[in-house]
Nanobody, 123 residues
Framework: QVQLAESGGGLVQAGGSLRLSCAASGRTFNMYASWFRQAPGKEREFVAA????????YYGDSVKGRFTISRDNGENTWALQMNSLKPEDTAVYYC?????????????????WGQGTQVTVSS
């Protein structure tokens, strides 16, 4: 069993930066590590994913060029560096893990989820 815990959310002005972290307990070997977000009244959407070896990283169109995902398998953690934040990035951000391979954008494919951390970007 894997448990995930996010940290690093908060309130930031537009144009600012935040770094989210996800700490995993349990075995995450070979799993993709990902981030999703959910704004009020909207569906949970894919933000970023990274493969076990970090050789492959993928991003949602709305965050490409602004967000960077990374992972540290020795520490069993992964992070999302968010730069040039916009008010439309406001959402609850969730980390997720699973043996998803090419299905990394499909939230239903993930086995493990964190509780979420709120990110609010003011204009």
């Amino acid at each position: 069993q894997v448990q995930l815990a996010e940290s690093g959310g908060g309130l930031v002005q537009a144009g600012g930066s935040l770094r989210l972290s996800c700490a995993a307990s349990g075995r995450t070997f070979n799993m993709y590590a990902s981030w999703f977000r959910q704004a009020p009244g909207k569906e949970r959407e894919f933000v970023a994913a990274i493969s076990w070896s970090s050789s492959r990283a993928y991003y949602g169109d709305s965050v490409k060029g602004r967000f960077t995902i990374s992972r540290d398998n020795g520490e069993n953690t992964w992070a999302l560096q968010m730069n040039s934040l916009k008010p439309e990035d406001t959402a609850v951000y969730y980390c997720a893990a699973g043996l998803v391979n090419s299905a990394y954008v499909r939230r239903g494919e993930y086995d493990y989820w964190g509780q979420g951390t709120q990110v609010t970007v003011s204009s």
